[in-house]
């Protein structure tokens, strides 16, 4: 499974990062809870350094996945991003509307 995350998303899907994602810890994206089930699945993993887990387990930055490879990440300042394997996409300058509907398509793809 996780040769499999490393090649999805080749790099470390946080916004803007190029950080190769092949030495980077699995991380839960919906923290693990001992004896829940298909908790440890493709979508719900995604490959972070350190600091960036740590970051998220603080609930400084918070990082939904609505689909394998998707990363929806909110900074501790309130910007919004979409973070996809191709690119990260600064959601500041969408609507509410927009944003809503690029979750659902996002979503509705999985």
């Not at 899907?13 to 829940?36: E, K």
């Not at 400084?60 to 979409?82: A, D, I, K, V």
């Not at 969408?94 to 398509?105: G, K």
Request: aromatic share 10%.
């Amino acid at each position: 499974m996780r040769e499999r995350i490393v090649l999805r998303d080749v790099v470390e899907p946080f916004p803007y990062s190029s950080r190769s994602a092949r030495r980077l810890d699995a991380d839960h994206t919906v923290a693990y809870v001992p004896g829940a089930k298909r908790q440890t699945r493709p979508a719900n993993l995604g490959p972070l350094r350190r600091r960036i887990h740590r970051a998220k387990t603080a609930r400084r930055w918070q990082l939904r996945q609505p689909r394998s490879g998707t990363f929806w990440w909110h900074s501790p300042t309130g910007n919004e991003y979409r973070v996809t394997p191709s690119d990260t996409t600064d959601l500041r300058d969408h609507s509410d509307l927009e944003r809503s509907a690029l979750w659902w398509l996002d979503a509705r793809a999985a």
